[in-house]
């Protein structure tokens, strides 16, 4: 059972009540903060009633890997390593924590210190269609495994790449 990535795509203006308080209890805050959620009922509840404000997806260990190697932190603003991971919880390594997480097996509140919101740029190239559904071109909404490309496109490339 995969995990959920969540992405915050539009601002604070002219948003439904109920929606800024489920934004407010997913610690969606702001655009582009990602937060990674269990996937079950309650959060798959959540999401619908916000679906016009964010995005999500399952994604596999390899994307929550990259995600906390490269924009998680930890109280300070120090970035998540390792060894932080191996001192701080029951993992031995980032990526040990993201398979259980993937799993259903962790969380990120597993460790302790450990900010629960990823702060991402805006994706590269932009989003395509900030007020209309996935399925319609945009991107809002559900977008399955196609969230790894939204994911790819706020991180930063990998040394070599073009």
Same mark, same amino acid.
């Given at each position: 059972?995969? %995990? ?5 795509? !539009?601002?604070?203006? !002219?948003?439904?009540?109920?929606? &800024? ?27 619908? +009633? ?8 399952? +994604?596999?260990?390899?994307? &929550? ?9 930890? &109280?300070?603003?120090? !970035? ?11 993992? %031995?390594?980032?990526?040990?924590? %993201? ?6 097996? %962790?969380?990120?509140?597993? +460790?302790?210190?450990?900010?629960? +919101? ?45």
């Amino acid at each position: 059972m995969p %995990a959920i990535v969540a992405v915050r795509v !539009r601002g604070h203006a !002219r948003i439904r009540r109920d929606a &800024v308080e489920t934004m407010e209890m997913l610690r969606l805050h702001r655009p582009n903060h990602c937060v990674l959620l269990p996937q079950d009922e309650t959060t798959k509840g959540m999401l619908q +009633v916000v679906k016009d404000y964010v995005t999500w997806g399952e +994604v596999g260990h390899e994307t &929550v890997a990259r995600l906390l190697f490269h924009k998680g932190e930890v &109280v300070g603003g120090a !970035r998540l390593t390792d060894s932080y991971v191996k001192d701080n919880s029951g993992h %031995a390594s980032i990526l040990s924590l %993201a398979k259980a997480v993937e799993k259903g097996e %962790a969380r990120l509140s597993d +460790v302790k210190g450990l900010k629960p +919101v990823l702060r991402l740029p805006p994706p590269r190239g932009g989003y395509r269609g900030a007020k209309i559904s996935f399925v319609d071109g945009g991107a809002l909404g559900y977008r399955g495994a196609e969230i790894d490309k939204l994911v790819d496109c706020m991180l930063p490339k990998p040394k070599g790449a073009k």
